[in-house]
């Protein structure tokens, strides 16, 4: 089993930068790849950003593209998400997820296998 922790959220002004942390413990972190998902209230869950399980290849969706990255430790077991010019249609609960596929960086819910308990992020205008 594989448990994932995320950390890092909180309340933000418009412009402002949080970088979120997940801590995954109970396997071998370097053989899953890891993804961001957030969910805005009454809105479905969506992909943010993913990474493989070597780090170098990283995919983010256009929303965010220039203002987040995703990176990874495999020393420390943890992925990141730094997230900086943040707006208030950033507010969300934000949760890390893992799966053990190869091949490309999977954006669909539904691929992952691991999901952490979420950290909320609240951006004011």
């Known amino acids: 089993q594989v448990q994932l922790v995320e950390s890092g959220g909180g309340l933000v002004q418009a412009g402002g930068s949080l970088r979120l942390s997940c801590a995954v413990s109970?396997?071998?972190?370097?053989?899953?790849?890891m993804g961001w998902f957030r969910q805005a209230p009454g809105k479905e869950r969506e992909f943010v950003a993913g990474?493989?399980?070597?780090?170098?290849?990283?995919y983010a969706v256009d929303s965010v593209k220039g203002r987040f990255t995703i990176s990874r430790d495999n020393a420390k077991n943890t992925v990141y998400l730094q997230m900086n010019s943040l707006k208030p249609e950033d507010t969300a609960v934000y949760y890390c997820?893992?799966?053990?596929?190869?091949?490309?960086?999977?954006?669909?819910?539904?691929?992952?296998?691991?999901w952490g308990q979420g950290t909320e992020v609240t951006v004011s205008s």
């Open positions: 997820a893992a799966h053990s596929s190869f091949g490309r960086v999977r954006v669909t819910a539904n691929d992952y296998d691991y």
């Open positions: 109970g396997r071998t972190f370097s053989n899953y790849a």
């Open positions: 990474i493989s399980r070597s780090g170098d290849r990283t």
